[in-house]
């Protein structure tokens, strides 16, 4: 028994490296908030100075284009930035132009919603390096 335990564990383990990422100057953050799915992305890995950060908004299945949305930017010194972003008009993309100034740890929190409606809220970190 404790042999097939240790072959799991191995097992487990070597699938888990063979997956594993470096998520280092880049967001991995798809997820649902109510019933809307979020994907935020770099259009290329992150970089001190000015970024373009995609996010894309779906609602039961259906893309977004009218939706009301702001990405708060804290960085590692504390300060926060609010930037508003850009509808592209191509499947619920929203493109924010953020600037990195510095390398650390980022915190953001991503407000969104309709024009009448619950504002909807999701929080996240990334690291700059």
């Known amino acids: 028994m404790k042999v097939l ?6 097992l487990g383990l ?3 490296s063979v997956y594993a990422q470096d998520v280092s100057n880049t967001i991995h953050s798809p997820g649902y ?5 979020v994907i935020i992305k770099p259009a290329t890995e992150l970089k001190q100075g000015n970024n373009d950060i995609n996010v894309n908004f779906t609602h039961k299945g259906h893309s977004h284009n ?3 949305t702001k990405l708060t930017v804290l960085s590692p010194d504390k300060t926060s930035i609010d930037y508003k972003g850009a509808n592209t008009n191509k499947n619920g993309e929203y493109v924010f132009n953020v600037n990195l100034p510095q390398k ?3 915190n953001y929190i991503l407000t969104f919603s309709h024009n009448v409606g619950v504002t909807q809220t999701k929080r996240g970190s990334f690291n700059l390096n």
């Open 5 to 10: 335990q240790k072959v799991i564990l191995g």
């Open 14 to 16: 070597v699938i888990g």
């Open 33 to 37: 908030i109510k019933d809307y799915r």
């Open 66 to 68: 009218d939706l009301n």
């Open 104 to 106: 650390g740890s980022y």
